[in-house]
C-alpha cells in the first residue's frame, strides 16, 4: 500500500464537467517544491488526481522505489519536475552528483514508465542544455550544435539525454512523452540559501540584507554583461499543464517570455525595487556562465496557445513581497558575510 508520509494525494470531486483533467491520476515529481506546488494548485482545481511522492520516502535513482510507485500510484500520467539543481556554484561543486542524479531520475521514471503502460509523460528540460554559444533567441533547433556551457554541461547533457530517451521510446515503442524547456523561473517560494539559489533570488537577499545592515555596496558575480530570460514561476506553472493536456509532439518546446536583461540591468532594476541606494560592484573574477540567454517562443504559441502574461517587474515586486513576508522561514543557514 502507499504510505500516507510518502505520498500527497488531492481527489477532486471527479466531476467529468470540469474537463479533461477530472479524475485523471497524476503523478507529480517535485510536487512539493518551488515550481511543483504551482502545477498541483492548477491540477487540483481541474479535479485531478495528484500524486506527489516524497523524496525521503520514494528515491526516483532507485528503479525499484520508481518500480514501486507505478504499482501503487497507478498513474495516467507523470509530469517529472523534481530535479537536482543550482546555481553556478552548485553546479561547479557538485557536477558528478548532478549529471548522475537527475540522468537516473529521469531514465527511471520512462522506462518504468513504459513497461506500467503511462498514457504520457512530461518530462521539465532546462536551458542549460543549449549550446554555449546558441544564436539568440534559442531555437529547439539548436539544441544539438554545440557543447553547453561549461559551468552546467553535466546537468544540461543528463537532462537533454532525457529527449533522447523520450524520442527513442515514441518510434520504438509508442510512448507518448513531451519535452519541455523552460527559461529561469523565479518568483514567491523560490530558494534564497546564497550557496544554492539562483540569481533573481540570490540578488533579492543580498539587495535586502545590505539595505537592513546599512551596507554601502553589494557585490554581484561576473562581468554583468551575460543576459538571461526570466520566468515567472505561476506563468511556467499554466504553460506546463496546458502542454500536458493539449502537446503531443516528438520535438521539445521552449516555455518562457522571449525577452531577455543583461545581469547588471537585473541588478540596478531589484535594487530600485528595494530602494536600496548603494553601490552594485561587478566581481569579473567570478563565472558569467552562459554569455547571453533567450528562448524563441513561437512553438508554444503556435501549440497551447502560451503567451507569457507576467512582465518582469511585476514578478520581481511579487516575489520580493514573498521574501520580505517570510524573512525568517526563507532565510536559509547560509548568511552573508
Same mark, same amino acid.
Given at each position: 500500500?502507499?504510505?500516507?508520509?510518502?505520498?500527497?494525494?488531492?481527489?477532486?470531486?471527479?466531476?467529468?464537467?470540469?474537463?479533461?483533467?477530472?479524475?485523471?491520476?497524476?503523478?507529480?515529481?517535485?510536487?512539493?517544491?518551488? %515550481?511543483?506546488?504551482?502545477?498541483?494548485?492548477?491540477?487540483?482545481?481541474?479535479?485531478?488526481?495528484?500524486?506527489?511522492?516524497?523524496?525521503?520516502?520514494?528515491?526516483?535513482?532507485?528503479?525499484?522505489?520508481?518500480?514501486?510507485?507505478?504499482?501503487?500510484?497507478?498513474?495516467?500520467?507523470?509530469?517529472?519536475?523534481?530535479?537536482?539543481?543550482?546555481?553556478?556554484?552548485?553546479?561547479?561543486?557538485?557536477?558528478?552528483?548532478?549529471?548522475?542524479?537527475?540522468?537516473?531520475?529521469?531514465?527511471?521514471?520512462?522506462?518504468?514508465?513504459?513497461?506500467?503502460?503511462?498514457?504520457?509523460?512530461?518530462?521539465?528540460?532546462?536551458?542549460?542544455?543549449?549550446?554555449?554559444?546558441?544564436?539568440?533567441?534559442?531555437?529547439?533547433?539548436?539544441?544539438?550544435?554545440?557543447?553547453?556551457?561549461?559551468?552546467?554541461?553535466?546537468?544540461?547533457?543528463?537532462?537533454?539525454?532525457?529527449?533522447?530517451?523520450?524520442?527513442?521510446?515514441?518510434?520504438?515503442?509508442?510512448?507518448?512523452?513531451?519535452?519541455?524547456?523552460?527559461?529561469?523561473?523565479?518568483?514567491?517560494?523560490?530558494?534564497?540559501? %546564497?550557496?544554492?539559489?539562483?540569481?533573481?533570488?540570490?540578488?533579492?537577499?543580498?539587495?535586502?540584507?545590505?539595505?537592513?545592515?546599512?551596507?554601502?555596496?553589494?557585490?554581484?558575480?561576473?562581468?554583468?554583461?551575460?543576459?538571461?530570460?526570466?520566468?515567472?514561476?505561476?506563468?511556467?506553472?499554466?504553460?506546463?499543464?496546458?502542454?500536458?493536456?493539449?502537446?503531443?509532439?516528438?520535438?521539445?518546446?521552449?516555455?518562457?517570455?522571449?525577452?531577455?536583461?543583461?545581469?547588471?540591468?537585473?541588478?540596478? %532594476?531589484?535594487?530600485?525595487?528595494?530602494?536600496?541606494?548603494?553601490?552594485?560592484?561587478?566581481?569579473?573574477?567570478?563565472?558569467?556562465?552562459?554569455?547571453?540567454?533567450?528562448?524563441?517562443?513561437?512553438?508554444?504559441?503556435?501549440?497551447?496557445?502560451?503567451?507569457?502574461?507576467?512582465?518582469?517587474?511585476?514578478? %520581481?515586486?511579487?516575489?520580493?513581497?514573498?521574501?520580505?513576508?517570510?524573512?525568517?522561514?526563507?532565510?536559509?543557514?547560509?548568511?552573508?558575510?
Amino acid at each position: 500500500m502507499i504510505d500516507r508520509d510518502m505520498l500527497e494525494t488531492e481527489v477532486g470531486s471527479r466531476d467529468r464537467r470540469a474537463g479533461s483533467w477530472a479524475g485523471r491520476r497524476v503523478v507529480v515529481t517535485g510536487g512539493a517544491g518551488f %515550481l511543483g506546488r504551482f502545477v498541483v494548485e492548477r491540477l487540483r482545481s481541474a479535479d485531478a488526481v495528484i500524486i506527489v511522492p516524497r523524496s525521503a520516502d520514494c528515491d526516483l535513482v532507485d528503479s525499484s522505489a520508481v518500480r514501486r510507485l507505478y504499482h501503487e500510484a497507478r498513474p495516467d500520467m507523470v509530469i517529472h519536475l523534481a530535479a537536482r539543481v543550482g546555481g553556478i556554484a552548485a553546479n561547479q561543486r557538485n557536477p558528478g552528483r548532478f549529471f548522475h542524479d537527475n540522468l537516473m531520475m529521469g531514465v527511471n521514471l520512462i522506462e518504468e514508465g513504459r513497461k506500467a503502460g503511462l498514457s504520457k509523460f512530461v518530462q521539465i528540460g532546462t536551458v542549460c542544455s543549449y549550446p554555449k554559444h546558441t544564436p539568440v533567441p534559442f531555437r529547439e533547433d539548436d539544441l544539438w550544435n554545440g557543447y553547453p556551457e561549461e559551468t552546467n554541461a553535466p546537468y544540461g547533457i543528463a537532462k537533454k539525454s532525457l529527449l533522447v530517451q523520450l524520442q527513442a521510446y515514441r518510434h520504438q515503442y509508442g510512448f507518448n512523452g513531451i519535452y519541455l524547456l523552460p527559461a529561469n523561473l523565479y518568483g514567491p517560494g523560490d530558494n534564497f540559501d %546564497l550557496e544554492t539559489s539562483h540569481v533573481i533570488p540570490a540578488l533579492i537577499r543580498k539587495f535586502v540584507d545590505a539595505k537592513a545592515a546599512g551596507n554601502s555596496a553589494v557585490t554581484v558575480w561576473g562581468t554583468g554583461r551575460a543576459s538571461r530570460e526570466f520566468f515567472y514561476v505561476e506563468d511556467c506553472a499554466e504553460a506546463i499543464v496546458r502542454a500536458a493536456s493539449s502537446y503531443d509532439g516528438e520535438a521539445p518546446m521552449n516555455l518562457g517570455t522571449g525577452r531577455e536583461i543583461t545581469i547588471a540591468e537585473l541588478a540596478r %532594476l531589484i535594487a530600485k525595487l528595494i530602494d536600496y541606494e548603494g553601490d552594485i560592484v561587478q566581481d569579473p573574477s567570478r563565472p558569467d556562465g552562459q554569455p547571453r540567454r533567450a528562448l524563441d517562443v513561437s512553438r508554444a504559441g503556435r501549440e497551447i496557445g502560451f503567451i507569457a502574461g507576467t512582465d518582469l517587474e511585476t514578478g %520581481l515586486r511579487c516575489t520580493i513581497d514573498w521574501f520580505l513576508a517570510h524573512r525568517e522561514s526563507a532565510r536559509l543557514v547560509h548568511d552573508v558575510s
